[in-house]
Each structure stands twice: as C-alpha cells, then as structure tokens.
T-cell receptor
C-alpha cells in the first residue's frame, strides 16, 4: 500500500496563476483533509471531506476550492495564486472505524508563489 | 487565544537527558488528545494518544489533566533519533467523531545532541 500520496512535491507559481494539488489514498478511508503548514502557525485545516461528493470548509478556506469526485482522491485548487499562499500543503485521510481518530498524512507539497 | 498552545522551543538537550513538553487547550469540550511527531521536512505521524490515567510507551509517557486543560509528554533517556517536532493535538468538540477533525498545536522542537 502506498498510503497517502501527493502530486506534485514541489511547485513554483507566479501571482495569479492557477493550479491543482492532487491527493490520493489507497486505504479506503472515508475522511480526507487538506492542511497548510506555515512557520510558527502549525497545521491549519483548509477544507475537508467526510465522503465522496461532500466537502466542507475548515479554518482557512479562502482562496481555495476542493473536490472529492472519487473516494480515493481529494483535489485542492488555487484559482488565482497569491504570495500569501506560499506554504507546505499536507493532505491526510482517516476513517470513522479507526480507534484513535488517527490521520495519515501524505509527504506534502511545497508551494512557492512569486 | 489559540485553541492549542505549545512552547515552540527549541529544546536542546544532551543524549540521555529527560525532557518534558507541555501543552494547554482552550476548549473544555475536547474529548480526545494525542501527540504527533514530525521529522524535519516530513509529514506528521501519530506518536501516542493521551489518557487521564496517563499512558506509557517505552521511554515516552503522556499525561492529561482535564481540570487544568493541560497535556504533557515526557521523554526519558533521550536518543539522537528523538530529534523532531512534537505536535500536541486535540479533537475540537463533542461530535467531532463524525468528521474526524483534529486541531494541531504549533509544535515543540527537540534537538538531542551527542
């Protein structure tokens, strides 16, 4: 099992450009999450999904959109990138069947917006 | 006030030392508590859960004080391989089990030196 994978690993964008980050999990988890991690800020939840076809806003959703068309995939879109969106983005998944609410994370995507 | 607060450190300790990290949380309705570990430029991974009765896993001991809304992690006989950032994590509220959401502290950095 690959667990949680993220594509791409690194990306540099210019202000105003758009891009989509892909997260895939092969653990048949119901729940998926997108976080951003900035120095001194910890992990902050952007959007999450509790099942295929459903999404919800997290703590910092502005400037991002998401889609969960397939259970195993969770896409994060930036329509018009801004320098404030320079960050490390982590995807995670979990399942209501897991005893400890454990979330499994992907390796992260390092995004720089110039 | 942040929902989960930690001293960011860094804590610089020699091999073999005992080190303790503390964390406070603001929502008295939080139900579950965890410590995650994050190595440099890697994704977070679950280290252990935290119970009111305290729990121990080898050299690691976690403790919860609900009255003071305080969580601790004690590492005995520190190893070089313990160098990492330790994230204090709580579930946000009653009923979060149907979303699996977690709230992360900013992390405490530990550097164990030879």
């Amino acid at each position: 099992n690959a667990g949680v994978t993220q594509t791409p690993k690194f990306r540099v964008l210019k202000t105003g450009q758009s891009m989509t980050l892909l997260c895939a999990q092969d653990m048949n988890h119901e729940y998926m999450y997108w976080y951003r991690q900035d120095p001194g800020m910890g992990l902050r939840l952007i959007h999450y999904s509790v099942g295929e076809g459903t999404t919800a806003k997290g703590e910092v959703p502005d400037g991002y959109n998401v889609s969960r068309l397939k259970k195993q995939n969770f896409l994060l879109g930036l329509e018009s990138a801004a320098p404030s969106q320079t960050s490390v983005y982590f995807c995670a998944s979990s399942s209501p069947g897991l005893a400890l609410n454990e979330q499994f994370f992907g390796p992260g995507t390092r995004l720089t917006v110039l | 006030r942040k929902e989960v607060e930690q001293d960011p450190g860094p804590f610089n300790v020699p091999e073999g030392a005992t080190v303790a990290f503390n964390c406070t949380y603001s929502n008295s309705a939080s139900q579950s508590f965890f410590w995650y570990r994050q190595d440099c430029r890697k994704e977070p991974k679950l280290l252990m859960s935290v119970y009111s009765s305290g729990n121990e896993d080898g050299r690691f001991t976690a403790q919860l004080n609900r009255a003071s809304q305080y969580i601790s992690l004690l590492i005995r006989d520190s190893k070089l391989s313990d160098s990492a950032t330790y994230l204090c994590v709580v579930t946000p509220q009653v009923g979060s089990s149907n979303t699996g959401k977690l709230i992360f502290g900013q992390g405490t950095t530990l550097q164990v030196k030879p």
